[in-house]
Structures are given as C-alpha cells and as structure tokens.
C-alpha cells in the first residue's frame, strides 16, 4: 500500500516537471528566437553599413580627383568618432532653491494661531 502511494506521488511530482520543463523550454525559445532575430538585424545593418561607407568614401575619392577640395567635401565626409545628434537628449538637473535671507517663509507669512474676533477685524481694517 505504500509503495502505491509512493508511486502515485512520483508520478504526479513527475508530471509537474513536464509540465515545468515544457513552459520553460517555451519561453526559452521565445527568447532564443528574438536574440537571433536581433543579431541577424545587426550583422545585416553592419554588413550594409560598410559597404555604404565604402562607396562614399570612393565617391569622395573620385571628387577630388576632380578637382574639390578637402574643404568643398567636408560636410560629406563620414565621422564616425563625432556622437550622434540623434542621442538622447538630457536636461540639466535644477538647482535646489534654498530660501533667500530676508524673505519671508512660508511659515512666517501666515500666523495660524488664533486670534480673537475683534483683533482679527482690527488687522484687517
């Protein structure tokens, strides 16, 4: 009676593995699938990259064969060391305000003690 038992709770505890084992593997080759995608992307863009930065260099190249100047090409030339002006953008922190001596706080401009009737109306007259 309790080997049957045994048997029984092994083979529920091996099921639940399956099971485990099979929701994993699914999820891994979600993200196998998308790292591959990812890096193909970057190999073909890298791929394209080179080559477009080799025609312009032999068209900058035949340029100045034809008679331009350093100075003509410039804005053609492609730097690759200069940062992207398509980067993000950060916005500089702002300063803590501190309060300037010999204005009045908050605190200090509004009195919430209280005051009797007759000395309110007397304040505000």
């Excluded at 505890?13 to 970057?42: F, G, N, P, Y």
């Amino acid at each position: 009676m309790e080997n049957q038992s045994l048997e029984t709770e092994f083979a529920a505890l091996d099921e639940q593995i399956r099971r485990e084992a099979e929701k994993k593997m699914q999820a891994i080759r979600v993200v196998a699938t998308a790292h591959k995608t990812l890096a193909d992307t970057r190999e073909e863009f890298a791929r394209a990259d080179a080559a477009n930065k080799k025609a312009l260099t032999d068209a900058i190249a035949a340029a100045r064969s034809a008679g331009f100047t350093d100075a003509d090409l410039k804005r053609w030339q492609a730097d690759d060391n200069k940062p992207s002006r398509r980067g993000q953008q950060r916005r500089p922190r702002k300063a803590a305000q501190k309060d300037q001596p010999g204005t009045p706080t908050a605190t200090a401009s509004t009195d919430s003690s209280p005051q009797p009737a007759n000395e309110s109306l007397a304040a505000s007259a």
